[in-house]
T-cell receptor, first 117, second 115 residues
Framework: AQSVTQLDSQVPVFEEAPVELRCNYS??????LFWYVQYPNQGLQLLLK??????LVKGINGFEAEFNKSQTSFHLRKPSVHISDTAEYFC???????????????FGRGTQLTVWP | GAGVSQSPSNKVTEKGKDVELRCDPI?????LYWYRQSLGQGLEFLIY????????KSGLPSDRFSAERTGGSVSTLTIQRTQQEDSAVYLC?????????????FGSGTRLTVV
């Protein structure tokens, strides 16, 4: 089974500052990696995903993430945040291997990003 | 439909009562997942359907929880004899073919409160 660790439960930051939300995963197999965002009282929305190829992945709303296989990390970054980025962010991993659990996502506990004016 | 639809959006029930939560996935999505989101606990996997069968139900927390899917479409999650610890947001997601590389689409969830 996979496990996902989001090292920070809360990240406060001022508007227009850069931000990094950290994610590490533990898996003995090759994985797909994802970041989801959840705005208050809404479901989860896919922000970006790493499947293969370039380790730097760009997503919606100016976010990007870098897959680092040696460090088993997939940190999310944005160079300049807006107040509208205030939300909870979830890192998730799915195994590449076939099997009955193909497609099951393992989620981290989430990081609450709060952007202050 | 255009998205994953869950009903009801909010449910308050008395301890000991049974509840049914409904999920209507995106048309054509063969895979359907139920997750539970508790405050500060992240998302907890409950069960996965491929078509009408459930190859992975390892996340169901007790035998009070059951789920079914009919016609490869709508799914119902049933919680019998609800307890206060069942209070959470129950999220449903669907996926094309059940492979994560196609991505999940989540519904807005059902907030269950057991009083």
């Amino acid at each position: 089974a996979q496990s996902v660790t989001q090292l920070d439960s809360q990240v406060p930051v001022f508007e227009e500052a850069p931000v990094e939300l950290r994610c590490n995963y533990s898996s003995s197999v090759s994985v797909y990696l994802f970041w989801y965002v959840q705005y208050p009282n809404q479901g989860l929305q896919l922000l970006l995903k790493y499947l293969s190829g370039s380790t730097l992945v760009k997503g919606i709303n100016g976010f990007e993430a870098e897959f680092n296989k040696s460090q088993t990390s997939f940190h999310l970054r944005k160079p300049s945040v807006h107040i509208s980025d205030t939300a909870e962010y979830f890192c998730a991993v799915s195994a590449r291997t076939r099997g009955s659990t193909l497609g099951r996502l393992y989620f981290g506990r989430g990081t609450q990003l709060t952007v202050w004016p | 439909g255009a998205g994953v639809s869950q009903s009801p959006s909010n449910k308050v029930t008395e301890k000991g009562k049974d509840v049914e939560l409904r999920c209507d996935p995106i048309s054509g999505h063969t895979a359907l997942y139920w997750y539970r989101q508790s405050l500060g606990q992240g998302l907890e996997f409950l069960i996965y359907f491929q078509g009408n069968s459930a190859p992975d139900k390892s996340g169901l927390p007790s035998d009070r929880f059951s789920a079914e899917r009919t016609g490869g479409s709508v799914s119902t999650l049933t919680i019998q004899r609800t307890q206060q610890e069942d209070s959470a947001v129950y999220l449903c997601a669907s996926s094309f073919l059940g492979t994560a590389n196609y991505g999940y689409t989540f519904g807005s969830g059902t907030r269950l409160t057991v009083v």
